[in-house]
């Protein structure tokens, strides 16, 4: 098991930026896919973003695309989501999660299943 703590949440107003951050115990991150998913009040939680092992490959929400960039760096065991023009839907605790399962295609990585290493969660909260 890989420990993931989530960090950079906060309460913005509406159009203002955000960086989140997920750290990874041990030493494995560079063998973790891994994602960003988001939950809001009284939903489900849902795909945000996610990236490969080696970070060449880079996956978006519809909702999210173009405001949002998922990053990596596997030296410091990071990971990172960057966040703009964000909107008062954007409002919801933000999950980091990582699998070591092998993913064959951009759905899998969409997949809240797949994913068996998951943080406490940061809140972000935009206002109108």
């Known amino acids: 098991q890989v420990q993931l703590i989530e960090s950079g949440g906060g309460l913005v107003q509406a159009g203002d930026s955000l960086r989140l951050s997920c750290a990874a115990s041990?030493?494995?991150?560079?063998?973790?896919?891994m994602g960003w998913f988001r939950q809001a009040p009284g939903k489900e939680r849902e795909f945000v973003a996610a990236i490969s092992r080696s970070g060449s490959s880079r996956y978006y929400a519809d909702s999210v695309k173009g405001r949002v960039t998922i990053s990596r760096d596997n030296a410091k065991n990071t990971m990172y989501l960057q966040m703009n023009s964000l909107e008062p839907e954007d409002t919801a605790v933000y999950y980091c999660a990582g699998t070591m399962v092998y993913l064959s295609s951009s759905s899998n990585y969409r997949k809240r299943e797949i994913y068996d290493n998951w943080g406490q969660g940061t809140q972000v909260t935009v206002s109108s």
């Open positions: 041990g030493r494995t991150f560079s063998s973790l896919a």
